[in-house]
């Protein structure tokens, strides 16, 4: 009988019989079910087992293989990153990734790294979500109508047309004025200088207290604030670094430059093997009135060394003739820049329109001119 027919036998029958009816039903779709139970029952068992396999395999095989490394991120580059750990080391730790929008300065880190040839590679690390030290690019170019600029030259000579240019630069694209530079460095030279990394050190737990240590920093910035009544305070390091040297072209900390002169280019067909080279590099940080941090950037600016001649010697390169070169600076001031101050396309200038008024008498007094002569 099939299950239609049934169900229409129910209506028309007795309840003893429909009761009957159903407890025969009842008991064959039991068995049914016991069979299914039981299958559905073996499923489940292989698939915890599958998975409770996997899962003591997982907890078998180690999650890193390098050295595990906990501190403060101290400075984040496109391809690096340098922790300030609790024992007071600084360890510089090459990355395949850039951090650099991901990682703040002073926060707390977690990483584990492996050596090779005396380099450090990052394996992995750990960092907080949400570091909250920077702001999006419109909060500032809102919030910011007045900065001053705080030079802070390494070991390196002629940076006053570098100052300069970043100066004019965010005067025209982000429309800040910019104080004078000079009453920045005259507020830094008269106030205490940073608090050292042992001075940092919690006597209770022989701990970092990276917090401490860059407070001074911090507190410097809103003094230059308050006393130059700026919203902002861009504070500028150049340094001097070594930058790696292959095929006659040099690469370090997001910057990539020639270190041939043109002439020597021509005249050598051999490439080399590669080394070294000095080379500037800036270091910005943008502090607001509070002492917090609302950008930063480190990048390369350029080579202080080029190659001459067939032999391919160093001289040494002024930055002086960077400056020279308008175009280059231009590139470079918004590659660097533009993450804060976008380049404003300057329009066209168009050549002024004379009316048929004025045009007509000028070309009848030129052409008498002409017979005349």
Same mark, same amino acid.
């Given at each position: ?185 005259? !507020? #830094?030279?008269? /106030?205490? +200088? ?6 940092? @050190?919690?006597?209770?737990?022989? %701990? &970092? ?14 003094? !230059? #604030?308050?006393? /130059?009544? +700026? ?6 390091? @150049?340094?001097?670094?070594?930058? %790696? &040297? ?128």
């Amino acid at each position: 009988m099939a299950w239609g027919e049934r169900r229409a036998y129910h209506t028309a029958t007795p309840r003893t019989a429909r009761m009957k009816i159903i407890n025969c039903a009842s008991s064959s779709d039991l068995q049914a079910w016991r069979v299914l139970s039981v299958n559905l029952y073996f499923v489940i068992c292989v698939i915890c087992a599958i998975c409770g396999s996997g899962s003591i395999v997982a907890a078998q095989k180690p999650q890193h293989t390098g050295t595990k490394l906990e501190g403060f991120a101290t400075i984040v580059t496109p391809d690096s990153i340098t922790v300030y750990d609790k024992k007071n080391q600084i360890i510089e730790i090459h990355t395949d990734k850039d951090y650099t929008a991901l990682v703040g300065i002073a926060a707390p880190v977690t990483v584990w790294y492996t050596t090779e040839g005396g380099v450090n590679h990052l394996e992995d690390i750990v960092y907080p979500v949400q570091g909250g030290t920077f702001v999006p690019r419109t909060q500032l170019l809102e919030n910011i109508k007045r900065i001053i600029i705080l030079p802070r030259p390494e070991d390196v000579e002629n940076t006053q047309g570098l100052i300069s240019a970043i100066s004019m630069y965010l005067t025209d694209n982000a429309g800040w004025f910019v104080a004078p530079p000079e009453l920045a460095a005259e !507020i #830094a030279s008269r /106030t205490k +200088s940073p608090t050292s990394s042992l001075d940092a @050190i919690d006597p209770n737990t022989g %701990k &970092v207290d990276m917090q401490k240590y860059l407070e001074p920093q911090r507190a410097l910035m809103m003094a !230059i #604030a308050e006393e /130059t009544r +700026s919203d902002a305070v861009l504070e500028v390091r @150049i340094i001097k670094v070594k930058a %790696k &040297v292959r095929s006659g072209v040099a690469t370090w900390d997001d910057m990539t430059e020639p270190v041939r002169s043109r002439k020597a280019r021509a005249l050598t067909a051999w490439e080399g093997l590669g080394g070294w080279v000095y080379a500037a590099t800036t270091n910005m940080n943008l502090w607001s009135q509070t002492g917090t941090l609302l950008w930063k950037k480190r990048r390369g600016f350029a080579t202080l060394g080029v190659q001459t001649g067939i032999e391919l010697k160093y001289r040494e390169r002024p930055l002086t003739e960077v400056y020279d070169d308008s175009g280059t600076m231009q590139r470079w001031l918004e590659e660097t820049l533009g993450e804060i101050a976008p380049p404003v396309k300057q329009p066209p200038v168009e050549t002024p329109r004379i009316s048929p008024e004025i045009q007509q008498p000028r070309e009848k007094a030129k052409q008498t001119g002409e017979e005349q002569k």
